[in-house]
């Protein structure tokens, strides 16, 4: 079963604009990480937020993260047709941070 | 040593025939997992090992499947009699146990079953 629901499941923009994309999740969490996975490749980490965090950026990336209401969200700035790709929030459900747990994903589209 | 890699990257089977994929982690990861992705979907849990000892398995993992990981080094996913439903994305990852729980995925090994 999937833990986590990526909202919305596509998105399509215009190069410069601003991507938001938002996971919702079940139960209790240790972590929640963020992956981008290019068309046919493997996934690769983007960020981690650990569940006493609010708020994480790395470069153009802003993470955050609401334990209340058990949601995350993932802001990429200024996008570039190179950001095209598939989102997926995965979430660490135990101490030992294993086995990650991920969602569906949000398919991005940045056009230029 | 620069990453995971997963063999072979695109495979065509007919039905009820056996395959068998290939994994090899970062060499100093002691952590192995697998999952399935198909098309669509997010990546799925299929088990994972903590050097040679396999630590757990998902329901998805019928007895069709059976991994192993016998030098605690690279991994084999063996999936028997393959069905059409088994067509997806393998994708292998691996971990340094003690870490933030980061996974480093290969670039999967595509399974088409016809």
């Known amino acids: 079963s999937q833990q986590g629901e990526e909202d919305p499941q596509a998105l399509s923009i215009q190069e410069g604009e601003n991507a938001t994309m938002n996971c919702s999740y079940k139960?209790?969490?240790?972590?929640l990480q963020w992956y981008r996975q290019n068309s046919g490749r493997g996934l690769v980490h983007l960020i981690l937020i650990r569940s006493n965090e609010r708020e994480k950026h790395s470069g153009r990336l802003r993470v955050t993260l609401d334990t209340s209401k058990k949601s995350s969200s993932l802001l990429i700035t200024a996008s570039r047709a190179a950001d095209t790709a598939s989102y997926f929030c995965a979430t660490a459900l135990n101490s030992g941070n294993t086995p990650l747990v991920f969602g569906k994903g949000t398919r991005l589209s940045v056009i230029a | 040593d620069t990453g995971v890699s997963q063999n072979p990257r695109h495979k065509i089977t007919k039905r009820g025939q056996n395959v068998t994929f290939r994994c090899d982690p970062i060499s100093e990861h002691n952590r192995l997992y697998w999952y399935r992705q198909t098309l669509g979907q997010g990546p799925e849990f299929l088990t994972y090992f903590q050097n040679e000892a396999q630590l757990e398995k998902s329901r998805l993992l019928s007895d069709r499947f059976s991994a192993e990981r016998p030098k605690g080094s690279f991994s084999t996913l063996e999936i028997q009699r393959t069905e059409q439903g088994d067509s997806a994305m393998y994708l292998c990852?691996?971990?340094?146990?003690?870490?933030?729980?980061?996974?480093?995925f290969g670039e999967g090994s595509r399974l088409t079953v016809l």
């Open positions: 990852a691996s971990s340094f146990q003690g870490d933030t729980g980061e996974l480093f």
């Open positions: 139960t209790s969490i240790n972590n």
